[in-house]
């Protein structure tokens, strides 16, 4: 006679979709208790405008890990759009004097180029993505640092440095652009075909391939979208810092993959939310905003309360995957 419990189908189901809730939905509930926490700790903390420097801060990170979240949702990596951001402000100062749309054009075309290729060796050449993404985080470093040197700085940015620092009515155009680009993304990743194929290739490709979904299309495009939303940090960063800057960006690919995770999008692929991946991002920013208002610490521990958060983040959805299971 076998010692395992049986549980009622009922309770089972119930079970289910509670741990899959906590799966999709913890770090929004880890988010607004750092919030009360931090709001409790530091009078200044809960001031709109410091929430609002939050959030623009912490925007650049966001875009890149919209496109992090989709490939890794769809079992890969995208290492290179780190390299991708700091090439994409050297490639926006060259092009802001010709009008903030080529600004912001160069860098997203040719971020998309390189997601094309990374995507043509993973699907064609059948690399690994880790592999081919680490290749073109070290191209893209080396071709920013010979296209910029020490730095390019954008002597008029007008109307291009407006997008990336001004505002309406108190909240920065960063977040504005950070909310509709998260919404949109998510409307593509729940509410489309694309989003669905994202879903189940990163669940079981094989299947995938049996049901008929277009894998090779499906996964190219994703690393067109991550490029091209890592050459749009890149863009807006550079109007940001009014300079192109070959370092900019270091670390990003680490940090994006980081977010995604917090925000309960499994390693492994087929699981994860864009809001989710939200909240990680303002998860990083909030330790770092703390970091600052504390003032006596050095940024290093920013990276360690990081590296806590993703250990954590990891630990707990191994459990509630085996526990699903």
């Not at 191209?139 to 390019?152: F, I, M, T």
């Amino acid at each position: 006679m076998s010692g395992q419990a049986i549980v009622p189908a009922g309770q089972s189901d119930t079970r289910q979709r509670i741990i899959g809730l906590i799966q999709s939905r913890g770090a929004i509930a880890v988010l607004v208790a750092a919030v009360i926490a931090a709001g409790a700790a530091f009078p200044d903390f809960l001031r709109p405008g410091n929430l609002s420097d939050i959030t623009a801060a912490a925007s650049f990170l966001g875009l890149v890990a919209i496109g992090q979240t989709l490939v890794v949702i769809l079992g890969g990596f995208d290492l290179s759009v780190g390299s991708m951001v700091g090439l994409g402000t050297v490639l926006a100062a060259y092009a802001a004097p010709y009008g903030a749309l080529a600004a912001i054009a160069a860098p997203v075309a040719a971020g998309i180029l390189v997601g094309l290729v990374n995507g043509l060796l993973i699907v064609r050449a059948r690399m690994a993505p880790f592999i081919v993404t680490l290749a073109a985080l070290l191209a893209l470093k080396g071709l920013a640092v010979v296209l910029a040197g020490e730095s390019l700085v954008i002597a008029a940015p007008g109307l291009f440095g407006q997008i990336a620092n001004g505002g309406w009515f108190g909240i920065a155009n960063l977040v504005v652009i950070l909310a509709v680009a998260y919404m949109l993304a998510a409307l593509l990743l729940n509410r489309t075909a694309y989003g669905a194929a994202v879903f189940a290739i990163g669940g079981n490709e094989e299947a995938a391939r049996m049901l008929g979904l277009r894998v090779e299309r499906t996964k190219i495009l994703t690393y067109c979208l991550s490029g091209g939303l890592a050459g749009l940090a890149g863009s807006l960063l550079a109007a940001h810092l009014s300079s192109g800057l070959s370092s900019a960006g270091t670390g990003y690919e680490l940090q994006s993959i980081a977010a995604a995770v917090i925000g309960g999008v499994l390693l492994t692929g087929g699981v994860g939310t864009m809001l989710g991946a939200l909240s990680g991002v303002l998860l990083l920013g909030l330790i770092d905003n703390v970091i600052n208002q504390i003032g006596s610490l050095s940024a290093a521990y920013q990276g360690l309360a990081s590296g806590a958060f993703l250990l954590l983040a990891v630990v707990a959805q191994s459990g509630l995957t085996r526990s699903r299971a």
